[in-house]
């Protein structure tokens, strides 16, 4: 092949790449900085070709086989970052900006409805958003997070995101509403994206949609739900003011166990900033953080639990 017209074709291909960036960028209203700085560096990455090539790597794999390989997506970036010194927050965030465009023809392929395609990529901007309070940078410093979307394993259903996993096998065995869940059993496990209030009638509907997307894992006509976060220590039971959202959520849930965590690595979650502690130094602009604050200054410590839930498709029925 003539090179120049292989170099035309590369050229072409990296500018139609761009311009899915950007049009992604549009599509869920990044604000301007993070757009301009993240498309500075992949700028940068495209023209440095030992960079490049490690990552299109991935992007061929994950184009041709509707898969990739956990954890060497990351090591792929992080030796980029180090042949081009470009930020590995951003590099890596930008790898999954460009997954999103094959995701899309997977979507498509499965005949999935694509409102659950936009919802769990929504999930990208909240990251990017934490990363720029947390850490101060555009990106994200929690990539490998994003695996399962892209692995169509997780799914962004209204308010709240869902993924099969096995019933943890050092819980208890969970023998509410005659449905014995033991270690191995498959259960539904459920995230809490940040970001946005979450009032339970968008809860409620969260749990009949994963009623009927996870269908096939009903136990006795039943669904089974799990969340593994600091939402269900046992401190936050006391903490949450009752009828808030937040109270509202976690008050249907059984805690299975737990453990504290007194370094409370968990606050940025919350205060998004790293806890160093000092609970005076917290943010304490909202309700629930105050909340916490004063729980932390009277000696309370935070952690993290397992916790489960039963649905029958219309209800709650375990509490």
Not at 106 to 132: F, G, N, P, T, W
Not at 254 to 280: A, Q, S
Request: net charge negative; hydrophobic share 40%; charged share 30%.
């Amino acid at each position: 092949m003539d090179y120049n017209y292989y170099n035309f074709f590369v050229v072409r291909k990296d500018r139609n790449m761009k311009e899915y960036i950007k049009s992604f960028f549009e599509e869920f209203d990044y604000p301007m900085e993070a757009r301009e700085y993240l498309l500075s560096v992949y700028d940068k990455l495209v023209a440095n070709d030992e960079a490049w090539a490690l990552i299109d790597a991935k992007i061929k794999e994950y184009n041709e086989t509707d898969r990739f390989r956990t954890g060497q997506v990351a090591e792929a970036v992080i030796l980029a970052c180090r042949a081009a010194l470009l930020p590995e927050y951003a590099v890596h965030f930008l790898v999954y900006v460009i997954f999103s465009k094959h995701l899309r023809d997977i979507y498509a392929k499965k005949s999935v409805d694509m409102q659950i395609y936009h919802d769990s990529m929504m999930d990208l901007r909240i990251k990017l958003m934490e990363c720029k309070e947390v850490k101060n940078e555009w990106g994200s410093f929690v990539c490998t997070w994003f695996d399962r979307f892209f692995l169509f394993e997780r799914f962004a259903l209204g308010r709240l995101q869902f993924e099969t996993e096995e019933y943890r096998a050092d819980m208890p065995v969970y023998e509410k509403c005659g449905l014995p869940v033991k270690g191995g059993d498959t259960v539904i496990n459920m995230h809490v994206p940040s970001g946005s209030r979450m009032p339970y009638e968008e809860v409620i509907a969260s749990y009949k949609k994963a009623f009927d997307f996870f269908a096939q894992y009903k136990i006795d006509d039943k669904l089974v739900f799990v969340g593994e976060s600091w939402l269900f220590h046992r401190s936050m039971y006391e903490i949450c003011e009752k009828g808030t959202n937040t109270y509202n959520f976690i008050k249907d849930f059984d805690i299975m166990g737990g453990y504290d965590d007194t370094n409370y690595y968990d606050c940025w979650r919350l205060f998004g900033v790293e806890y160093h502690g000092d609970p005076k130094a917290l943010p304490a602009n909202s309700g629930l953080r105050r909340n916490v604050v004063k729980w932390l200054e009277n000696g309370g410590v935070m952690g993290e639990s397992y916790a489960v839930l039963v649905f029958d498709g219309e209800k709650v029925i375990n509490k």
